[in-house]
């Protein structure tokens, strides 16, 4: 039977995706832009076997449950439609990077699963088809397929809705300090969180045009190596997406104290003349964004803070390779 590995990196979003036009297809209301990490990534090695009777998918050395693994077994579900099988499939997943803490570990999971599902079943599909498959199994997986910066474009269907590369070999040294303040499962999922902000939130419509703002601001910043400006934009952008949370009806917050108080820490260096800025996904943990000399200063300071093992240190990463072809 064949075999095939992939790995896929996760990406932090500096322009971000918060809503669902279409919630099956996973179509976004808004485009989005990010940066894909070295640091943190998934390995999936997915075997299509006829003596199975179902899916088999296996996440860090324990068995899912079919309610666990559904949006596997949707992608895998595409896969054996588009290469016309019906072969049940066993899929083992080693994710490298703190599953659900708002680490974005879903995109390098459904980037990397699309790769390996759909080599070992005998397709070939070109970057742009396994942007698409990988969108179907979470949004933010959509830009995993690529290194670097990368913008998804909405799009308005399936067939328009996939990631492209904005500036995949990035020179620029820059890093982003993820602070892992919390490494337990979110309690809102990002998934639900979106949808009520969508259906809720008042300031749902100004969203959208703050992010057709800062993506039409932010390309020639990074373009031009501006890194006030691209910093500038990602924090603006993430406070304004958080804004979202706590104007849905309930409210909620992805913000623990830890966050609030890493977030004055980043203020705090900035106003001591360290140029850095923040910025959060659905859960606690801080990305801080930076520039690599200042790399020694902002690692000291957040050790000091919160632990040294809690500071991790990613840079620019690439786009999602095989490990072994079938
Ligand atoms: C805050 O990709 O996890 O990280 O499409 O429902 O699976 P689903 O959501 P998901 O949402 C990511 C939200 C975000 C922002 C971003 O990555 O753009």
Redesign the pocket.
């Known amino acids: 039977m064949p075999t095939s590995i992939a790995r896929a990196h996760t990406n932090i979003?500096l322009v971000?995706?918060?809503g669902k036009a279409d919630t099956d297809l996973?179509i976004p209301q808004t485009s989005?832009l990010?940066l894909t990490l070295d640091q943190f990534y998934t390995d999936t090695s997915v075997t299509f076997d006829e003596r199975l009777t179902a899916d088999q998918v296996v996440v860090n050395h324990q068995s899912l449950s079919p309610t666990a693994s559904r949006k596997v077994r949707h992608v895998l579900d595409l896969v054996r439609h588009q290469a016309q099988t019906t072969t049940f499939a066993q899929v083992t997943s080693q994710n490298h990077v703190p599953t659900a803490a708002g680490l974005?570990s879903?995109?390098s999971a459904f980037a990397a699963l699309a790769a390996a599902a759909s080599r070992a079943a005998g397709l070939t599909l070109d970057r742009t088809a396994l942007s698409r498959l990988a969108r179907r199994g979470?949004?933010?997986?959509t830009r995993s397929i690529f290194g670097g910066f990368v913008e998804w474009q909405a799009g308005h269907d399936d067939a328009t809705s996939y990631a492209v590369p904005f500036q995949e070999h990035v020179t620029w040294p820059i890093a982003m300090v993820a602070l892992v303040l919390d490494p337990h499962r979110k309690k809102v999922s990002?998934?639900q969180g979106?949808q009520a902000s969508v259906t809720t939130s008042p300031y749902y419509p100004a969203w959208r045009q703050v992010v057709a703002q800062d993506l039409a601001a932010i390309k020639p910043a990074i373009l031009a190596q501006d890194f006030p400006i691209v910093g500038t934009i990602l924090e603006s952008n993430a406070m304004r997406?958080h804004a979202l949370t706590l104007s849905a009806q309930p409210a909620y917050s992805y913000f623990n104290g830890d966050s609030l108080a890493a977030m004055q820490t980043v203020r705090d260096l900035r106003a001591a003349g360290t140029a850095c800025y923040y910025t959060l996904?659905?859960g606690p943990n801080v990305k801080v964004f930076c520039q690599a000399a200042d790399l020694p200063t902002i690692t000291q300071r957040f050790s000091a803070q919160f632990g040294a093992d809690r500071v991790l240190v990613a840079h620019p990463g690439p786009g999602v390779q095989w490990l072994s072809e079938p």
Do not use: F, L
């Not at 979470?138 to 997986?141: H, L, M, Q």
């Open positions: 979003a971000k995706y918060w996973i989005s990010s974005a879903s995109a979470s949004g933010s997986a990002s998934r979106m997406m996904d659905a």
